[in-house]
């Protein structure tokens, strides 16, 4: 995928080192000293996510790789501190607080433009990177894409800029369907922004959107009934942390239901879900390691733009489509960059 623009300790020496401190622990002026002198050879970076670690895992791999190709190796030379705030935006600010108090070398801001906005409001000076899915301007995290300012840089996957193309693949695939509803997580601050794109750019296909929303796994099976009462005959999931948890369990409703969806991550895809197209989110994390890296190199975020795709995807499940009793069009499988049998 194409994007624009764009320490070492022995093991067991170190084990022999915290073998001796344990001796000493007693002492309350030796084991601080001894801590900061340890992170001092080892910066710290602070990992702030608005949800769960599980479903993030294969991502964060893809950010340990962008680390390791500038010679950054977790518990080698360089060290993780992990907050999660399990879906509950409002423990954002004291978590972010955390690490700000514990002086990471640098924040990395996962699962959303409320995770960002929150490790911004919590300092100007330690470099924050940013992994999102909106635009960084209008959100108010940098001042341009190519001077940022400030101690906030990142990586946006820009998910409105195909928001049209979803709507489009969607009349190729169903072109009797006029009425599609949206999937919105209520609890996003971007939510009201993001409807207003999704609304603007179905409008201009000649399709009109029923704005749906859910927060919590309960909300879920709502959403999906009332798809079918009210003769919804498509699903648009935008990017949104809690819906990638909660993959699996959407990709289930929707063929329950008998509901053509089309996502913006290949994840859903391999879930079970119809469609997906959008940009690699696995790229975009390793760049965001890669940023990392230049950062703790001694760059600055104001130096550092921020970073778009140009490339995106089309992934279909054929399994999937066969089940919903769908022909998927030829020219729709000749451009799919991949099929999942």
Do not use: C
């Not at 927060?215 to 699903?235: H, K, M, P, W, Y």
């Not at 999931?237 to 809690?242: C, G, I």
């Not at 790229?283 to 760059?299: M, T």
């Not at 919903?324 to 960059?337: F, K, Q, V």
């Amino acid at each position: 995928m194409a994007w624009t623009e764009a320490l070492g300790d022995d093991y067991m020496k170190r084990r022999e080192f915290i073998t001796i401190l344990g001796g000493a622990a007693a002492s309350p002026l030796v084991w601080p000293l001894a801590v900061r002198a340890q992170q001092a050879a080892m910066p710290v970076i602070g990992i702030l996510h608005s949800a769960l670690p599980e479903p993030n895992s294969h991502f964060l791999e893809a950010f340990r790789q962008g680390l390791s190709e500038s010679g950054f190796i977790e518990g080698k030379n360089v060290a993780f501190e992990y907050r999660w705030a399990e879906n509950q935006y409002d423990r954002l600010p004291a978590l972010v607080a955390d690490l700000v108090g514990r002086r990471v070398a640098v924040i990395f801001a996962d699962g959303g433009t409320v995770t960002a906005l929150a490790a911004k409001a919590a300092t100007t000076t330690i470099p924050i990177v940013f992994r999102i899915s909106a635009d960084p301007v209008k959100a108010g995290l940098v001042a341009s894409f190519n001077r940022p300012g400030g101690n906030v840089t990142g990586v946006t996957v820009m998910t409105n800029l195909v928001i049209a193309k979803r709507f489009d693949l969607l009349r190729d695939l169903l072109p009797a369907v006029r009425l599609i509803g949206v999937l919105l997580n209520s609890n996003s601050p971007i939510t009201d922004t993001r409807s207003i794109d999704l609304q603007t750019a179905a409008s201009s296909l000649g399709r009109q959107v029923q704005i749906l929303t859910a927060s919590n796994e309960s909300d879920l099976e709502a959403v999906f009934a009332t798809l079918v009462q009210q003769r919804i005959g498509a699903l648009v999931v935008p990017m949104d942390s809690f819906f990638m948890n909660q993959r699996d369990r959407l990709a289930a409703l929707a063929a329950r239901y008998a509901v053509p969806a089309i996502y913006d991550q290949r994840e859903f895809v391999q879930a079970g879900g119809l469609l997906s197209y959008g940009t690699s989110f696995t790229d975009a994390y390793r760049q965001v390691g890669v940023y990392v890296a230049r950062i703790l190199k001694g760059a600055r975020p104001s130096e550092l733009p921020v970073l778009q795709p140009t490339k995106f995807e089309l992934v279909i499940n054929l399994k999937t489509a066969k089940a919903l009793g769908l022909a998927i069009p030829p020219s729709m499988l000749a451009t799919a960059d991949e099929e999942i049998e």
